[in-house]
């Protein structure tokens, strides 16, 4: 008998073997039988036939390869005796590329998902169709309820960073009680900041780019270190030596009083709902670390958010 279909039988026997013990292991044919288990019955049945036919056709192919021989005309080339047939391409190979074609086009137009049904965009639907209706139950909300609904946002999105106290839990996060801490104001100052705090992309220029006017130098660390304290002390009048650097660095951006200016510079004197809005909208990265971008809460959200967080820095 031919060697390949001898294996071949081996082969379908050990399987086959396999598939009984699996069987028996699962508790028999019998028990199937006994329970009407039709579903594991057919199972057993599937397998079988998988076996038989897998070992046949791969029988058949083995011994294709081991007997066949190639007939056909020659193409002209040859390579160091090596030729090539010219075979015409498979009839079905030929309709099912064309069909690849149109299906691809029909896809790419109109099949994709993004033109018809899909989930996410049913849930999306249903999102933005609630944060409507939501937007518009609490549009005339009085500033009391407005914080009250901030503070329970603030709970549940922002406590597990901030802190319930909103004290940054030991400099995990920014404590939103204050402004800005000096740690913050210095890393800005050394490092630059891009955060989109005014909702365009200017940044903060670092070191290299903050001239101090008065002194027509370049900010020295001595200078960082006292205008630091200065925007982190919420710029009090009685610091002269912070006061100075200020004036003469910063507030030609910034603001002689540090509330900032529109387009040019963020307020760095108070937390502003405009700044805030940023940070949510955006997130922000710093000395701390990187707060995520919260785009999910709704505009009433946001209002009430930054209701809440201006109730905190006024305490
Ligand atoms: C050329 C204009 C310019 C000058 C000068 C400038 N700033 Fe800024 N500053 C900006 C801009 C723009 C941003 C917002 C950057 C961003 O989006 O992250 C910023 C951001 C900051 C922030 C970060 C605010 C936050 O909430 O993260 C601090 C702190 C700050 N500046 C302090 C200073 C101090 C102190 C000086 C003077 C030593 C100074 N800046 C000089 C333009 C300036
Ligand atoms: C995953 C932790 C995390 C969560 C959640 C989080 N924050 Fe933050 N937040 C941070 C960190 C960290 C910073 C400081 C970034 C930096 O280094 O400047 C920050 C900074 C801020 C700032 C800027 C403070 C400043 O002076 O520049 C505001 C405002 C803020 N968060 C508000 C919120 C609000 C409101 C929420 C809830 C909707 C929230 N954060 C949720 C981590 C978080």
């Excluded at 998902?113 to 169709?129: D, F, H, K, L, M």
């Amino acid at each position: 008998m031919n060697k390949t279909v001898l294996a071949a039988i081996i082969v379908t026997i050990a399987m086959l073997g396999f598939t009984y013990a699996a069987v028996e292991m699962a508790g028999g044919l019998d028990k199937f039988l006994k329970d009407g288990d039709w579903v594991n019955m057919l199972a057993i049945a599937g397998a079988v036939v998988l076996v038989i036919i897998t070992t046949f056709v791969v029988t058949k192919y083995v011994r294709q390869m081991q007997n066949d021989t190639a007939s056909g005309n020659l193409a002209e080339e040859s390579w160091d005796g090596i030729g090539e047939y010219k075979n015409e391409p498979p009839f079905g190979w030929a309709v099912a590329y064309l069909g690849l074609i149109v299906w691809a086009i029909w896809y790419f137009l109109a099949g994709y998902p993004v033109n018809s049904y899909s989930q996410i965009g049913e849930y999306n639907q249903y999102v933005a169709a609630h944060d409507t209706k939501f937007n518009e139950q609490h549009k005339n909300m009085d500033d009391e309820t407005l914080k009250e609904m901030g503070e329970s946002i603030f709970i549940v999105q922002c406590a597990p960073c901030h802190g319930l106290q909103a004290d940054g839990m030991n400099g995990q996060a920014a404590d939103l009680n204050t402004r800005i801490s000096e740690a913050s104001v210095k890393h800005v100052l050394i490092k630059g900041s891009n955060s989109n705090l005014l909702g365009t992309s200017m940044p903060m220029p670092d070191r290299n780019g903050l001239l101090n006017t008065a002194t027509n130098a370049l900010i020295t660390d001595a200078e960082i270190d006292a205008v630091s304290k200065y925007v982190a002390n919420g710029l009090k009048a009685d610091d002269a030596a912070g006061a100075a650097v200020f004036a003469g660095t910063c507030a030609a951006c910034h603001g002689a009083d540090g509330k900032g200016m529109e387009m040019v510079a963020p307020n760095i004197a108070q937390m502003s709902p405009a700044m805030v809005d940023m940070v949510l909208n955006h997130g922000k990265k710093g000395a701390i670390g990187a707060m995520p971008a919260f785009t999910n809460l709704t505009e009433v959200q946001h209002k009430a958010v930054n209701a809440y967080v201006a109730s905190l820095s006024q305490k």
